[in-house]
């Protein structure tokens, strides 16, 4: 079956340190991937869009990695803020539409 | 530039009563989406416009949902009749091209 998979447990660091988030999917042949970031009560924002054909992006202190043959991305944030902290979706472009991960909550802590 | 419009922001009724969700996106956005997100999980796509053509509506429910979007600008979403299962957040997004999408605040449907 199609499944994408984000970590369910919440990923707790220390002020200036590197999250990493993980995305996994099976079944799935994106065309590209996405990373979103959705605070509690609001609607998701976009961060990163990175090609299948692409290795690595970045913006800013973000990260994006996508390895096609692993069906693996992660998403990293550099020299980490309390301000970070919120839920981060993957969503695969895949099958005409964006099909999204449970997503992952950050916590950043001072 | 104004962001995705959505209102009401909150709505509880009861299951069986019927409740409308409406969209504005932002102008000039011919790709409207509407999604619903559970509590723990990721948005699922409901229906895709381009313009005021429907381009995805393969996850709709459609014995129960409909939506429409009139002159290819606002959209509404219609829920008749509602059922517990659907208490969830309904997000709407808009596109210009490209893959990015901008979402609404959402409005939070509490079916008691």
């Known amino acids: 079956s199609q499944k994408i998979e984000q970590n369910s447990e919440a990923l707790n660091i220390q002020e200036g340190k590197t999250a990493t988030l993980t995305c996994n999917y099976t079944?799935?042949?994106?065309?590209?991937l996405q990373w979103y970031r959705q605070d509690p009560g609001r609607g998701p924002v976009f961060l990163l869009l990175?090609?299948?054909?692409?290795k690595e992006k970045r913006k800013e202190r973000l990260k994006v990695t996508f390895d096609t043959t692993l069906k693996q991305s992660l998403f990293h944030i550099t020299a980490s803020q309390p301000a970070d902290s919120a839920t981060y979706l993957c969503?695969?472009?895949?099958?005409?539409?964006?099909?999204f991960g449970a997503g992952t909550r950050l916590a950043v802590h001072p | 530039e104004a962001g995705v419009a959505q209102s009401p922001r909150y709505k509880i009724i009861e299951k069986r009563q019927s409740v409308a969700f409406w969209c504005n996106p932002i102008s000039g956005h011919a790709t409207l989406y509407w999604y619903q997100q559970i509590l723990g999980q990721g948005p699922k796509l409901l229906i895709q416009f381009q313009n005021n053509g429907v381009v995805d509506d393969s996850q709709l429910p459609k014995d129960r949902f409909s939506a429409e979007r009139l002159k290819g600008v606002d959209s509404t979403l219609k829920i008749q009749p509602a059922k517990l299962e659907d208490s969830a957040v309904y997000l709407c997004a808009s596109e210009i091209q490209g893959f990015e999408q901008y979402f609404g605040p959402g409005t939070r449907l509490t079916v008691t």
């Open positions: 990175i090609r299948e054909n692409e």
């Open positions: 079944n799935y042949s994106p065309a590209y």
């Open positions: 969503a695969l472009g895949a099958l005409g539409k964006l099909i």
